[in-house]
C-alpha cells in the first residue's frame, strides 16, 4: 500500500552551540524519520552565548556538511507540542546521556503527551563517545582555548572560538 504521509519528528534543544553529541542524535534520528527537524527553542531562561538566529545558521551549516537532506533547521518561541501540532510531528526526539537527564526527560515526556496524545517522545541514548559532552563544556574548553575539534562540528570550530573571544575582550 502506498504511504499517504510523511513521518515527520522533532529534535529540539538549545543547541548553543550544536555538537557532536547532538550531531550523532540528529544522524540516527534522520534515518528513522521521513523528515527531521532540528529546532532552536527560544526559552527564556537560558542566557546564551549565540543568538537563537546564529544557532540555527550553525546547525544548517553543519547539516549541509554533513549532506542530511531530509534534516530542516528552524526556530520557535512556540510551546513544543503546539509547534508540533502545526508541523504534523509524530514525535519528539531526545538525547539521553546519562541517568540524570532521564529523570527531567521523562516528566517533560509525560506532560507533553498528556498536552497531546498523539506526540510520543523518543529516547535515544548518546553514542558513549559523547556521553560527557555538553554545550555548557564546550563554551568552558573555548574560554580555555582547548581544541575545539573533538567536541564541535569542523565548520563551526572557528565562529565558536570568535565568539568567546569577542566576549572576553568586551
Ligand atoms: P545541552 O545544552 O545540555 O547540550 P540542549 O538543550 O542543547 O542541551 O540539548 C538538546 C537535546 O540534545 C537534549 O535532548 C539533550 O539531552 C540532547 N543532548 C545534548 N548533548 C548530548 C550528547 N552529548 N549526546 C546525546 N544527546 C545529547
Known sequence: ???TQQTI????GSFDPITLGHLNIIK???VLFDKLIVCVMVNSEKNGLFSYEDRAALIQ?????????NVEVD???ELLVAYAKRKKARALIKGLRAVSDYEKEAQM????RKLNPKLDTLFLTSSEKYTYLSSTVVKEM???GADLRDFIPREIVDDVREKIN???TN
Do not use: E
Open 75 to 77: 526556530c520557535s518561541t
Open 28 to 30: 540516527r534520528a534522520a
Open 9 to 12: 519528528a522533532i529534535y529540539p
Open 1 to 3: 500500500m502506498a504511504k
Open 166 to 168: 569577542s566576549r572576553r
Open 142 to 144: 573555548a574560554y580555555y
Open 109 to 112: 515526556a509525560l506532560i507533553n
Open 61 to 69: 551549516r553543519v547539516i549541509d556538511g554533513a549532506g542530511l537532506t
